[in-house]
């Protein structure tokens, strides 16, 4: 059976995403995939689509509600894969008991407001030329790195080089740990002998 992967969209959710195809394409070979928009997690009907209103919806409420909606929805631990605004509202879910196995973060600047770190593995992707990454100092006090791309702004993840890069990624992170727990089978079976 296939490992659960849920995609959490960025603020745009299906309006500007035609490159989340290419990661459900490629990702569903391998995963039993759930997909969100977080406009529509959120509840959020703005009359001008621009940035700046749909940036305020979020921010006005919009982020909290997509949270308890995602919390509502999820109940088992899976792997977790969000992009900018649904990177902060899957980090803020496991913070307040969304079960995770990982999660995986593309251009989430607004985690920099937050003071705790979900107890999972994390991996944190920015653009070189990304101009709100959290600060040096928020990473060492939660103790987490990051991976920043080179040439790369806030959109990096509508790449279609780092769409394949992350698609890898999300690859071997499970099939570490399958191979882990494959291996502690082989031990225990070793041991039982």
């Known amino acids: 059976m296939a490992e659960k992967l849920v995609v959490v969209s960025d603020m745009w959710g299906a309006k500007k995403g035609l490159w989340i195809t ?4 490629y990702l569903q070979q391998y995963f039993d995939i759930t997909y969100y928009n977080i ?4 509840n959020i009907e703005v009359n001008v689509n621009s940035e700046k209103n749909l940036h305020a919806a979020f921010i006005n409420g919009g982020i909290d509600t997509a949270v308890a909606h995602l919390i509502k929805r999820e109940k088992e631990p899976c792997h977790y894969l969000a992009f900018s605004t649904g990177g902060t509202i899957a980090w803020k879910a496991n913070l307040l008991g969304l079960p995770m196995k990982s999660l995986y973060v593309v251009s989430a600047t607004r985690i920099r407001m937050e003071n705790k770190k979900p107890n999972i593995p994390i991996t944190l992707v920015y653009g070189e030329k990304e101009t709100r990454i959290p600060p040096k100092e928020w990473f060492n006090r939660l103790e987490i790195d990051k991976e920043i791309i080179p040439n790369f702004g806030h959109g990096l993840y509508a790449d279609e080089k780092i769409i394949k890069k992350i698609c890898i990624d999300l690859l071997s992170i499970v099939t570490t740990k399958l191979n882990q727990i494959k291996k502690g089978r082989v031990l225990k079976l070793r041991n039982c002998l």
């Open 39 to 42: 406009q529509q997690l959120a």
């Open 22 to 25: 290419s990661y459900l394409g």
